[in-house]
């Protein structure tokens, strides 16, 4: 009888203690914590959680909304807000001009394409042709200037005759491959070869 009503004792105290501590799962734990703000909390006690990943994202919001990019993009990578914060800062060097900055640390940025577009129109510009073609070759600026190159040297090779004429179109054939006088480079080799 005694150890009975010992019994019904601690489980009545088990259960009221547990209804006030609110014994909750680990689940709900993790919300309320969510739902308070507490967002390292969660991260700290259920870190393998779906919650612990929101609340990731959630610390990475608020670091993208007080402007600390750096450090979402190192701390949050995997975060939404990380590659906001990637964009943010691509946007800050291109605006700086800091096109050479950008390309290294953003290559995969649109901004990236537009920066090296700058920089070949820049080059253009000054007539550095040959740094252009080196450097950007694949910009509406570079591929104007291999095709003008091409365009001159095909017809020059037109011009020559024999060995010397089969040369040249060998030639532009290897250093403009991307290019109009490309196509008719190996046409009019062709027709020299079959003479």
């Given at each position: 009888?005694?150890?009975r009503?010992?019994?019904s004792?601690?489980?009545?105290?088990?259960?009221?203690?547990?209804?006030?501590?609110?014994?909750?799962?680990?689940?709900?734990?993790?919300?309320k914590l969510?739902?308070?703000?507490?967002?390292?909390?969660v991260?700290?006690?259920?870190p393998?959680?779906q919650?612990?990943?929101r609340?990731?994202?959630?610390?990475?919001?608020?670091?993208?909304?007080?402007?600390?990019?750096?450090?979402?993009?190192?701390?949050?990578?995997d975060?939404?807000?990380?590659m906001?914060?990637?964009?943010?800062?691509?946007?800050?060097?291109?605006?700086?001009?800091?096109y050479?900055d950008?390309?290294?640390?953003?290559?995969?940025?649109?901004?990236a394409?537009?920066?090296?577009?700058?920089?070949?129109?820049?080059?253009?510009?000054?007539?550095?042709?040959?740094?252009?073609?080196?450097?950007?070759?694949?910009t509406?600026?570079?591929?104007?200037v291999?095709?003008?190159?091409?365009?001159?040297?095909?017809?020059?090779?037109?011009?020559?005759?024999?060995?010397?004429?089969?040369?040249a179109?060998?030639?532009?054939?290897?250093?403009?491959?991307?290019?109009?006088a490309?196509?008719?480079?190996?046409?009019?080799?062709?027709?020299?070869?079959?003479?």
């Amino acid at each position: 009888m005694f150890s009975r009503r010992l019994i019904s004792t601690v489980i009545l105290s088990l259960f009221a203690t547990m209804w006030l501590v609110g014994c909750q799962g680990p689940d709900a734990q993790a919300q309320k914590l969510f739902a308070d703000h507490k967002y390292q909390e969660v991260i700290d006690k259920f870190p393998d959680s779906q919650m612990a990943r929101r609340a990731r994202s959630m610390i990475a919001e608020e670091l993208l909304g007080a402007g600390k990019y750096q450090e979402v993009i190192e701390k949050y990578p995997d975060t939404r807000a990380a590659m906001m914060a990637k964009d943010e800062k691509a946007r800050a060097l291109f605006n700086e001009k800091k096109y050479d900055d950008l390309i290294a640390q953003f290559p995969n940025s649109p901004l990236a394409n537009d920066a090296k577009n700058m920089q070949a129109e820049e080059l253009y510009n000054k007539g550095a042709f040959d740094e252009l073609i080196a450097k950007f070759p694949k910009t509406p600026k570079g591929k104007e200037v291999l095709e003008a190159r091409a365009t001159a040297e095909f017809d020059a090779a037109k011009k020559m005759k024999g060995d010397k004429q089969i040369a040249a179109l060998e030639s532009i054939m290897r250093a403009y491959t991307e290019t109009a006088a490309y196509k008719d480079a190996a046409n009019l080799l062709r027709e020299v070869r079959k003479k």
